[in-house]
């Protein structure tokens, strides 16, 4: 199932922060005139805030690495839950959503479905993997595909009578509606292509023979 790897960012002790961490110790002393000796004294040294951050971070880190960790096994937890059908269908549709793989996100695409605001007969985006950051795995149209430069009018057609078409054609045609429809300055044309794929997609054969089982 798709996912984006947890990003780790460790504290780094630079000549920059400590300078800062100075100037800052200067400005309190500076406020109270009257009082800097005691203020000074009061005042840790730059090697104390700096491993005390680096502590700190490294407790931070290991919060939201566990807060993460349990959204993904609540979000496991719901899917196997669901019946057989509904969870393979959604876990297709995850791996081909367009947003981050995040645990947080699959929580609330998975929210949206129960609520009856995910349609996965219908979905808002394109039936192709995509990667942790959401990023199309597979662009047939940034290939040296025969489908590369298919004309727009020949994609309606297979659209408008998917019978005794391929699944690699209805394919094709399915993913380059998508795209024409969220690049048509007539929005009215747009949707027309748009509500093509949506019946299209239907007809994508693999998916639809999954939700089915």
């Known amino acids: 199932m798709r996912y984006k790897p947890c990003p780790r960012h460790p504290f780094e002790d630079t ?20 009082f800097a000796n005691q203020i000074a004294a009061r ?42 059908r509904v969870r393979r269908a959604l876990r297709i549709a995850w791996d081909c959503a367009p947003y981050p793989g995040d645990p947080s996100r699959l929580l609330g695409f998975l929210n949206n479905h129960a609520k009856g605001e995910v349609d ?11 990667d942790g ?12 595909s025969d489908w590369r430069f298919i004309s727009i009018l020949r994609c309606r057609d297979i659209a ?13 045609a399915y993913h380059h509606l998508q795209k024409a429809a969220d690049s048509n300055k007539d929005r009215e044309r747009g ?9 299209l997609w239907r007809r994508l054969g693999e998916f639809d023979d999954q939700i089915r089982r």
Request: hydrophobic share 35%; charged share 40%.
């Open 191 to 199: 949707q027309q292509d748009r509500v093509l794929a949506t019946a």
């Open 15 to 34: 000549e920059r922060k400590r300078a800062a961490l100075r100037r800052k110790q200067k400005r309190e002393r500076e406020a109270l005139p009257l």
């Open 133 to 144: 950051s959401g990023a199309r795995i597979e662009d047939l149209f940034e290939t040296d």
């Open 43 to 84: 005042q840790p040294s730059v090697d104390q805030v700096m491993a005390d951050r680096a502590f700190a971070a490294i407790a931070q880190e290991t919060r939201d690495r566990s807060a993460r960790a349990r959204q993904w096994r609540e979000a496991r937890r719901r899917l196997d839950a669901m019946p057989r």
């Open 160 to 172: 408008e009578d998917p019978d005794g078409r391929s699944i690699a054609d209805r394919r094709a």
């Open 120 to 130: 996965l007969r219908a979905l808002p985006f394109p039936l192709s993997k995509t």
